[in-house]
């Protein structure tokens, strides 16, 4: 599979954060990825049992709503954990059945995507808290910023634009329809910003999005 056909997804669920299409969103990310018939998205508190009770948030996307009752047992789980401070997050797959297992490398290949999931849905629930954390960004734009301001580091207005579009889902043609700018003049402006961001690529830009401090 082509990375870069899943980078306007990636920027759909990126957009998505704190709204109730994101859990959607994301299933459909790592549905690109791999199959599955389940997602399960939950922050828990670190310090607390693993009980309904202490789940702080928990939603379950099906791919396919006629499986709501269906069976979905070791070993057809994978599960993914991040945490900070004193909560965890986590991101479950699923598959109905526990004939129907996860191969070595399907799990390899959600590892791969954890490091970008995982910081995504951490954001998208700081999102839903805004009165717990208040200072986080209510957008893209904002984070960005946020993060150049980290970052120590300066962009033209031109080298933000096509950043900001490219974190957003569209692709270099769309960002010259959009700007009034040649193709080559936005991939110019995306190469200036690398080399000014230290990434490698447009992955790399999602990680640096997404990464603490």
């Known amino acids: 599979m082509n990375s870069h056909l899943l980078y306007p997804q990636i920027g759909k669920v990126i957009a998505s954060t704190g709204s109730p299409q994101f859990p959607r969103m994301l299933h459909s990310l790592i549905q690109a990825h791999l199959t599955i018939d389940a997602m399960q ?17 928990d939603e ?40 129907y297992g996860f191969s070595a490398h399907e799990r390899s290949r959600l590892d791969d995507i954890s490091p970008l999931l995982l910081p995504m849905l951490e954001k998208h629930i700081d999102a839903l808290q805004p009165v717990v954390q208040p200072s986080l960004p209510e957008s893209l734009e ?38 009034a700018l040649r193709v080559n003049t936005v991939e110019s402006y995306l190469r200036r910003a690398a080399i000014k961001l230290g990434i490698s690529g447009r992955h790399s830009l999602m990680r640096w999005m997404y990464a603490v401090g």
């Open 142 to 179: 904002e984070r960005f910023q946020e993060r150049l301001a980290q970052s120590g580091l300066k962009l033209s207005q031109r080298e933000a634009q096509v950043c900001l579009g490219l974190l957003a889902g569209h692709t270099a043609p769309e960002q010259a329809e959009r700007l």
């Open 41 to 57: 998205i939950r922050q828990v508190a670190a310090t607390a049992a693993c009980s309904d009770e202490s789940a702080l948030i």
């Open 60 to 99: 379950t996307v099906f791919t396919d709503q006629r499986r709501l009752d269906a069976d979905f047992s070791d070993p057809s789980r994978l599960h993914r954990i991040r945490r900070k401070d004193d909560s965890r997050f986590e991101i479950q797959v699923l598959r109905a059945g526990s004939t």
